[in-house]
């Protein structure tokens, strides 16, 4: 882990990774060899932006699962997707690129989610 990119340099920082600047730095990162991103931004529409900026620059947004989710092998996932604690995703969903799956969030089988979405619990 190298470090977080945000808007500004956050003030709490319980995990203590160094502040890399603005989403100006990705080509200055990917220029430096930095190739593989996770996407932490909560709204869609700036999520998706930055991560097609990051691939469009030559860089990669990571799928992260949680090792405390449930997830069918029948399931496509698409790059850059979170997966949080506790959520459970059953056969033949198929989750778009760059998505945030919630903290207990529970999908059927045969759903589609598309790309940029965040799914939660109710």
Request: aromatic share 10%; charged share 25%.
């Amino acid at each position: 882990m190298a470090g977080y990119i945000d808007i500004e340099e956050k003030t709490d920082n319980p995990y203590g990774f160094p502040y890399l600047g603005g989403d100006d730095k990705f080509d200055e990162l990917i220029e430096k060899g930095f190739k593989q991103f996770v996407l932490g931004v909560g709204d869609n529409k700036i999520r998706n932006r930055i991560a097609k900026r990051v691939v469009d620059l030559g860089g990669e947004c990571i799928t992260i699962i949680h090792p405390d989710a449930k997830v069918s092998h029948h399931v496509a996932i698409g790059d850059g997707t979170f997966i949080a604690r506790g959520a459970c995703i059953n056969p033949f969903v198929n989750i778009g690129k760059y998505c945030i799956i919630n903290t207990n969030a529970s999908i059927d089988h045969d759903c589609w989610i598309e790309e940029a979405s965040t799914y939660c619990p109710c």
